[in-house]
């Protein structure tokens, strides 16, 4: 079946470095991958998303690119803060479905 | 973005007892809503779709007449974890389907549920 896989499962890095975060999906026909974060105790909260006829897209210290041959995306934040800690979970839709595939989740600290 | 409430936020319950969350689309209209349950520290599961106005489709494994799920409006979900037990004790999330080409989902804040 479908599925996504979601690394590191946990990351930490140092206030103002950049913080990258990978996933990858095996079904080819999916074409809208969201990228949620999550903090403790609350729901998820979509960030940024990307669908498959884009490469890359930016909002501010986020982007997110895509390789739709290598069924590849990333997550970039850009000069971190501690407020950014929290988990960040990747999703993939695949077309013609509403039906959302989540990866396993990253845990991101951002050390002060 | 969009805002879907979810509420009650925390639920204490005793074993035996029921009990019901709701998950409301404020500013958009969800004619499909998920349902979640969350352990520490892992991803979500996708308990079951509900469709406005019709039987909701339940994940495997997951039993339906012990989460009963009630779709009566395009901005409003409910789902009630009858007859709970320690074992149900969880994070519950849902999340609203907005309608048309985006497509795009957005979550509650979660239900933590303590069954006592």
């Known amino acids: 079946g479908e599925n996504v896989e979601q690394h590191p499962s946990t990351l930490s890095v140092q206030e103002g470095d950049s913080a990258v975060i990978k996933c990858t999906y095996s079904d080819s026909a999916s074409n809208y991958f969201p990228w949620y974060k999550q903090e403790l105790g609350k729901g998820p909260q979509l960030i940024i998303d990307i669908r498959s006829n884009v490469g890359e897209k930016k909002d501010q210290r986020i982007a997110v690119t895509l390789n739709k041959t290598a069924k590849h995306f990333s997550l970039h934040i850009t000069e971190t803060q501690p407020e950014d800690s929290a988990v960040y979970f990747c999703?993939?839709?695949?077309?013609?479905?509403?039906?959302?595939?989540f990866g396993t989740g990253t845990r991101l600290k951002v050390l002060a | 973005g969009a805002v879907v409430s979810q509420h009650p936020s925390w639920v204490i319950c005793k074993s035996g007892t029921s009990v019901k969350i709701e998950c409301r689309s404020l500013d958009f209209q969800a004619t499909t809503m998920f349902w979640y349950r969350q352990f520490p520290k892992q991803s979500l599961m996708l308990m079951a779709t509900?469709?406005?106005?019709?039987?909701?489709?339940?994940e495997q494994g997951v039993e339906k007449d012990k989460f009963l799920i009630n779709h009566a409006s395009l901005t409003l979900s409910t789902l009630t974890v009858t007859s709970a037990h320690p074992e149900d004790s969880s994070f519950y999330i849902c999340s609203g389907l907005k309608a048309g080409n985006t497509g795009e989902l957005f979550f509650g804040e979660g239900s933590r549920l303590t069954v006592l």
């Open positions: 999703a993939a839709r695949t077309s013609g479905t509403y039906k959302y595939i």
């Open positions: 509900s469709n406005e106005g019709s039987k909701a489709t339940y």
